[in-house]
């Protein structure tokens, strides 16, 4: 399978500033994204499952649009223990302040609590180009590692058997040479 590291070309996911209606009310658009190809992130392949399903709400809040992006995806990917394949569903919830002046504001309150990125957007643009924000909220969200249960035993260190499986027989009486230090002072 095939391996992307940005957003595929035909992912077009936007918010027309016109139906944002300017009361506040929430706006909301929801997309399915098909993707056919592997995300390569953490140094290991996320393979999608299903198509990744992506939510906008937007509103307007003092004269600037607030945007939500949800996006929810399961990929499978190998355990980190005993390499066995692993369904994960990610779930993604982040907020943009889209500035209309195409300037960032100096003071902004909505911001200052770190939780919502400010950006600044054309005021003669028609359209919020959201792919990026939702290719954001995916690989914030994709885990380091995913374990296929908490009581997974991993593979045998010596001979790389299962062990959820059964018991492989390798004796564990040779320890590790460079803890023999540990193991004598024990004694």
Request: aromatic share 8%.
């Amino acid at each position: 399978m095939n391996t992307v590291s940005l957003p595929p070309d035909e992912w077009r996911c936007g918010i027309l500033i016109s139906r944002v209606p300017k009361d506040g009310t929430a706006y909301s658009e929801s997309f399915s994204l098909p993707l056919d190809a592997a995300i390569s992130h953490w140094g290991q392949e996320y393979i999608p499952a299903e198509p990744i399903h992506a939510d906008i709400e937007a509103s307007y809040v003092n004269e600037r649009i607030l945007a939500r992006v949800i996006c929810r995806a399961e990929f499978t990917l190998p355990c980190s223990r005993c390499l066995a394949e692993t369904r994960v569903a990610i779930f993604g919830d982040l907020r943009y302040l889209f500035t209309l002046s195409g300037e960032a504001p100096e003071d902004d309150d909505e911001a200052d609590d770190g939780d919502v990125d400010v950006i600044p957007v054309d005021a003669f643009e028609s359209e919020i180009e959201m792919t990026p924000y939702i290719w954001e909220a995916l690989l914030l969200n994709l885990p380091e590692r995913a374990l296929c249960s908490e009581n997974c035993k991993g593979l045998c260190h010596i001979c790389g058997y299962d062990k959820n499986i059964g018991d492989c027989g390798c004796k564990e009486d040779n320890p590790d040479p460079r803890l023999a230090v540990l193991r004598d002072l024990m004694e």
